[in-house]
């Protein structure tokens, strides 16, 4: 056992990691061996007797609770979703915008966080992009722009294409004191970064669980912040009522909404996902997730430290407060992702170069292998680079 935890009884979960050079978490996180296990039992209670739903639906309330608490939370502030851009589209409709107010993001963040908002142009809602200052966005960014219209700021937790990490603490003061609403996409920091959604001050995080919190795709969550009184969801179903009619009759008269964010729950729930994210919080909560953030940012130490040796640019922050797991290498092109393919490492193409990202599971070792083998193409013959 290294460090805090046991990282190599850890990455035993996790075949992938062992098969191939698995750098990938920022896309999808690898299924371990306990969380595909909680989705067989699932599986195997559907197969032998078409599930006892009333026991699954328990433990929805049960993996609700847990996340909350992970998030700081209570139970009755989330929502299950199908993924972060749904919990996001659920905010900026809930959010009580009328023609001539604005919101504000950063130019270049997630392209479903401005999609969510730019669908409001319809209702005369201006989404205002703002440059990121000095390579990071803090309250000076916004500031300048926010005017007497100006309702939400919504910007990425930890960006996906480079990996800055915005201290959205302080972004939830400076809204606090303007009487603006925060929203924040948690989808590439929860599960990496520890998260206390009321030390942030925000209004809502969405998120999905595909990438820290480990599960497949197709679950998210939204966090609402309970002190939003007599949000109107844009979709309604019996889950959304406070009483459902027990004879499954609609009445029009009695469509009083649930108490929280249950409100923007419609129906049916991703249930298979929901027993792996139980399996998931066993999993984070053994390693602690203070121990995860601590873990990537040692690794991001290291490997920015050799592409120092070996010249390669990294395009994000190089400061430790102002990243997390995600690192965005200056080799442009698709020579590179071939060769790195072609070598075994799982990594994904990204808008300036190559975007590294740990999970967990990875270790020193594997930076120094992918440092070795980015090293072995730069001392390529000119004639072999052109070869691919
Ligand atoms: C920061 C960020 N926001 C949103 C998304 C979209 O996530 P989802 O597929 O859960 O809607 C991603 C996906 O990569 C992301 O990295």
């Not at 609403?181 to 920091?189: E, F, N, T």
């Not at 925000?202 to 007599?230: N, T």
């Not at 998931?280 to 601590?294: C, Q, S």
């Not at 590179?336 to 075994?344: E, I, Q």
Request: glycine letters at 8%; charged letters at 20%; hydrophobic letters at 45%.
């Amino acid at each position: 056992m290294h460090g805090p935890f046991d990282l190599e009884a850890l990455r035993a979960e996790f075949p992938a990691a062992q098969r191939m050079l698995y750098l990938d978490t920022a896309h999808q996180a690898p299924l371990a061996t306990s969380i595909r296990a909680a989705l067989h039992r699932f599986y195997d209670e559907g197969h032998a007797s078409a599930g006892p739903k009333p026991v699954w639906l328990q433990r929805v309330e049960a993996v609700r609770a847990r996340l909350a608490a992970f998030i700081g939370a209570a139970p009755e502030e989330i929502a299950f979703t199908k993924n972060t851009s749904e919990g996001l589209n659920i905010a900026a409709n809930a959010i009580p915008f009328v023609s001539g107010d604005n919101v504000l993001m950063v130019h270049g963040d997630h392209p479903n966080n401005a999609y969510a908002f730019l669908n409001l142009r319809r209702k005369g809602v201006e989404t205002r992009f703002v440059p990121l200052t000095a390579g990071t966005a803090d309250i000076g960014t916004f500031a300048p722009h926010v005017d007497a219209r100006t309702r939400a700021i919504s910007i990425s937790h930890v960006t996906f294409h480079a990996g800055h990490r915005f201290d959205v603490e302080a972004l939830g003061r400076f809204c606090r004191d303007r009487g603006l609403l925060l929203v924040v996409d948690a989808m590439q920091s929860v599960g990496v970064l520890p998260i206390d959604v009321k030390r942030m001050g925000a209004a809502f995080v969405a998120a999905g669980c595909h990438k820290g919190l480990l599960v497949p795709q197709g679950m998210g969550f939204l966090y609402v912040d309970a002190a939003l009184q007599g949000l109107e969801p844009a979709y309604l179903a019996a889950a959304s009522l406070a009483e459902p009619p027990a004879d499954f009759i609609a009445r029009p008269d009695r469509m009083e909404l649930r108490h929280g964010a249950g409100r923007f729950e419609i129906g049916n729930f991703n249930l298979p996902d929901l027993h792996a994210l139980s399996a998931a919080l066993d999993l984070i909560e053994r390693v602690g997730v203070g121990n995860i953030e601590r873990h990537v940012l040692a690794l991001g130490d290291r490997l920015i430290a050799a592409l120092d040796r070996l010249g390669i640019r990294l395009v994000g922050p190089r400061d430790r407060a102002q990243r997390a797991h995600i690192y965005v290498l200056d080799l442009p092109g698709e020579g590179w992702l071939n060769y790195l393919t072609a070598s075994d490492v799982r990594v994904s193409p990204e808008r300036d170069g190559i975007r590294i990202s740990f999970g967990l599971f990875n270790t020193a070792a594997d930076v120094d292998r992918l440092v070795e083998i980015l090293a072995r193409r730069i001392a390529m013959p000119e004639r072999a680079l052109a070869a691919g």
